[in-house]
């Protein structure tokens, strides 16, 4: 049913971006979360009861992912927090939702060869952005974010990228290298304003980038997406550094359980480790003892 736009959702979106300074693609997705909420149970929000909202979880989010069920939950949640500190509601509807726990997945880094393929497949423009995800970790978000100003050399051979729209609008700088600096460089004069444009001339969003980049792929017969490409930068960052505090500060995590997900081991090195426990020496035995010696030993 179509119940119109709900004003609470609108003020909630405002003080986020104003006061709380979430992100726009946070805020994109949590407003699409809660007009779906609106939509379908065709109440305003603040008069939503229990009943409303366990409806619309056992019809709209039932079934899919446990991420996607998870950001549902959270996001509703969040509203009504805001809600009753602001007293628009005196009760939470949303406290029955169930936040289901994220099962830790392997990571799932590009192949090599497939990395490969798409960067020789790919023109100058799509070739640096598929850089900067394998070669220096940075998501769809924070490449569409990324002004010309953002790339600083600090020495001959050094530079770095700031890093200024990170997840939950967190900054940091990720120190790149020739091949990074190459790929942009091949992408035509440097310009003042965005890196990489859209179609009508203004900065390009996430959401193209992310498209754009796994429609490529896909289109080469590689199965893989855009943050697999991020999963690669973190796996070869760990194996070739062995610093999950340096990868998790480079990939821009908060915690470095996140972080371990991405450091994938050397299939190399575990099957060196496994040969290399297969040669130590077996343990002598323990001499069995007797009865009687046991015995002594106890008195």
Known sequence: MNAGLDLDVIEHIRWGHTLRGLAANTLRIRADVLNRLHAFTGVPLRHLEPGHVLRFERACIAGRAPETRRAYACHIRSFYRWAMSTGIVET?????LTIPMIPRHLPRPINEADLARALAAARPKLRAIYTLAAYAGLRCVEIAGLDWTDIRRETATGAFLHVRKGK???ERTVEIGQVVIDALQATGPKRRGPIFLGREGQ??????ISSGGN???HSLGIDA???QLRHRYGSVAYQLSRDLRMVQEQLGHASPKTTAGYARPSADAA???VA???ALPLPNPAPARTR????RTAS
């Open 92 to 96: 939470d509807p949303s406290l029955m």
């Open 168 to 170: 939950g609008c967190k």
């Open 203 to 208: 900065r390009i969003d996430a959401r193209s």
């Open 215 to 217: 429609r490529h792929l």
């Open 225 to 227: 997406t855009m943050h």
């Open 271 to 273: 099957a060196r480790m």
């Open 276 to 278: 290399a426990m297969d």
């Open 292 to 295: 009687a010696a046991t015995e």
